[in-house]
């Protein structure tokens, strides 16, 4: 089995900055795409960005040149760092992988737990 942890959420003011880390951990062969998705209350879970295994990445158009995706194969960590935080980027935060691991060599979408930002003055 596989676990991905989020951590580095928190309340912040319009125009901060923040940045997320998720460490994923367990019986990992490998680690495919990776992206960071938000639920904002009363609202449905949308994706905020992902990166491939060969870096490409991808963004919703509300946070491109604000949010920058990044990884680091060797920590198996996905980051995303926040800048020119708006209210609207209110939500609960949760990362993801496509995770193949050595128990039984299956591969399937892993999440984390989720991670609370909030952007209010």
């Known amino acids: 089995q596989a676990q991905l942890v989020e951590s580095g959420g928190g309340l912040v003011q319009p125009g901060g900055s923040l940045r997320l880390s998720c460490a994923a951990s367990?019986?990992?062969?490998?680690?495919?795409?990776m992206g960071w998705y938000r639920q904002a209350p009363g609202k449905q879970r949308e994706l905020v960005a992902d990166?491939?295994?060969?870096?490409?990445?991808n963004y919703a158009d509300s946070v491109k040149g604000r949010f920058t995706i990044s990884r680091d194969k060797a920590k198996m960590t996905v980051y995303l760092q926040m800048n020119s935080l708006k209210p609207e980027d209110t939500a609960v935060y949760y990362c993801?992988?496509?995770?193949?691991?050595?128990?039984?060599?299956?591969?399937?979408?892993?999440w984390g737990q989720g991670t609370q930002v909030t952007v209010s003055s």
């Open positions: 993801n992988g496509m995770i193949t691991t050595t128990t039984n060599w299956a591969t399937r979408t892993y």
């Open positions: 367990g019986s990992i062969f490998t680690i495919g795409t």
């Open positions: 990166i491939t295994n060969g870096g490409n990445t």
